[in-house]
């Protein structure tokens, strides 16, 4: 009932930017927090920026200062500017959103829900 579309990833040289966007859609009443995560080849799934439905920010240390995220909750999308990319900034990006939803008949529910996931490639 819920659905996650990322667009905005790519291949951009070092020091470059790229803006990432995620669109949650479905049979939605609230939408919590919402958040970029990454995963490199070999390594874990990690945070990379989230935000509250009341805006507050939370960033991974590797990014501060250089990615900044934003939402529109009228449109429950969220969005992660990158800047100064680097290439340990590779990795597949998922979106994720902590979402209530109505489930028809039965009673609405809260769940996590993932994107499809975006590749970003920082490469000369």
């Known amino acids: 009932q819920v659905q996650l579309v990322e667009s905005g990833g790519g291949l951009v040289q070092p020091g470059g930017s790229l803006r990432l966007s995620c669109a949650a859609s479905?049979?939605?009443?609230?939408?919590?927090?919402m958040g970029w995560y990454r995963q490199a080849p070999g390594k874990q799934r990690e945070l990379v920026a989230a935000?509250?439905?009341?805006?507050?920010?939370n960033y991974a240390d590797s990014v501060k200062g250089r990615f900044t995220i934003s939402s529109d909750n009228a449109k429950n999308t969220v969005y992660l500017q990158m800047n100064s990319l680097k290439p340990e900034d590779t990795a597949v990006y998922y979106c994720?959103?902590?979402?209530?939803?109505?489930?028809?008949?039965?009673?609405?529910?809260?769940?996590?829900?993932w994107g499809q996931g975006t590749q970003v490639t920082v490469s000369s």
């Open positions: 994720n959103a902590a979402v209530g939803y109505f489930r028809g008949s039965d009673p609405p529910a809260w769940g996590d829900h």
């Open positions: 479905g049979s939605i009443f609230s939408v919590d927090v």
């Open positions: 935000i509250s439905s009341g805006g507050t920010t």
